[in-house]
């Protein structure tokens, strides 16, 4: 199990973002899959609740879903990115249909930043969206998703080797809501009572 991103990614993928150079101390929360009507907005309550924001990297077929919720992202202060229409595996998908079904999202999602699905993105698939949008990728990957990563376990995962600039993925899905649930909250207050800003990407300083 790899939490946080080998260094040595920076540099085999310069073109990607895996954290954010910054002096202060802030991170940056990013969630993936949503919007889901139940789970996302648990965790804006949640946002709220402790004064930040974060990116949320929206499937397209979800946002066609559950539009409302998807504008009450954007209403509370957050970000949102595009995290392909269908949740296309990258590595499995060939570049012109991976790069429609990113466009058909983008009719919806209105924004530069992309994720792609499962982190898989092939070098080809890259220099075609690199031009148009800023590839997010992440330091800290929590797998709250995971069925067999407990709640406690997830919670240290976000924390452990977390820092300023870090990058941290949770995700506003049906399966991970258990360890989302759990952690999320504990990770806020873990780092706001340490001082530092819980942010979304667009917020950076």
Not at 13 to 18: E, I, Q, R, Y
Not at 23 to 34: N, Q, R, S
Request: hydrophobic share 35%.
């Amino acid at each position: 199990m790899i939490v946080n991103s080998p260094f040595i990614l920076e540099y085999i993928f310069p073109d990607l973002t895996w954290n954010l150079k910054t002096t202060a101390k802030e991170i940056f929360l990013t969630l993936d899959d949503g919007p889901h009507p139940h789970i996302t907005t648990w965790v804006l309550d949640c946002l709220k609740e402790h004064s930040s924001s974060a990116t949320f990297f929206c499937v397209g077929e979800n946002v066609c879903k559950y539009p409302k919720v998807f504008d009450s992202i954007i209403e509370n202060g957050n970000d949102v990115g595009n995290h392909t229409h269908n949740h296309l595996n990258g590595w499995t998908t060939k570049d012109d249909q991976y790069l429609n079904n990113i466009l058909k999202a983008h009719e919806h999602i209105d924004s530069n930043y992309f994720r792609p699905p499962y982190g898989r993105i092939t070098p080809s698939q890259i220099k075609l969206l690199r031009d148009n949008y800023r590839i997010i990728m992440w330091s800290i990957l929590t797998y709250d998703f995971d069925s067999n990563v407990s709640m406690e376990r997830c919670l240290r995962n976000s924390i452990k080797h977390t820092k300023s600039g870090s990058i941290i993925v949770f995700h506003d899905s049906e399966k991970s809501q258990r360890n989302l649930k759990y952690a999320l909250p504990k990770f806020l207050r873990h780092f706001i009572d340490k001082g530092y800003l819980i942010r979304s990407i667009g917020k950076s300083i």
